[in-house]
Nanobody
């Protein structure tokens, strides 16, 4: 059984910073992509940033230059450093991992429970 546990959300003023962490645990063979998504009230879930096992990174245009994604493969952990936060960044942030549980299994998407980020103006 695989679990993704997020931490680091909270309330911050505009212009401030937060760092989100997400640790994957359980029966994991290898992790392909790891990423962060967010969902604001009344809106669809959207990609924030993703990092592949090879280190390629993709950011949403709205966060480029402000957010930085990184991963620690030794600890199956992905991070999201968020700087210069804006009120429009307010959302529930979800961790995602596309991984295999065994050498013969097909990759599958796993999700964390979500962590609230609120940016006040």
């Amino acid at each position: 059984q695989v679990q993704l546990v997020e931490s680091g959300g909270g309330l911050v003023q505009a212009g401030g910073s937060l760092r989100l962490s997400c640790a994957a645990s359980g029966s994991i063979f290898n992790i392909n992509n790891m990423g962060w998504y967010r969902q604001a009230p009344g809106k669809q879930r959207e990609l924030v940033a993703v990092i592949t096992s090879g280190g390629s990174i993709n950011y949403a245009d709205s966060v480029k230059g402000r957010f930085t994604i990184s991963r620690d493969d030794a600890n199956n952990t992905v991070y999201l450093q968020m700087n210069s936060l804006k009120p429009e960044d307010t959302a529930v942030y979800y961790c995602n991992a596309y991984l295999r549980v065994t050498i013969i299994s097909i990759p599958y998407n796993y999700w964390g429970q979500g962590t609230q980020v609120t940016v006040s103006s």
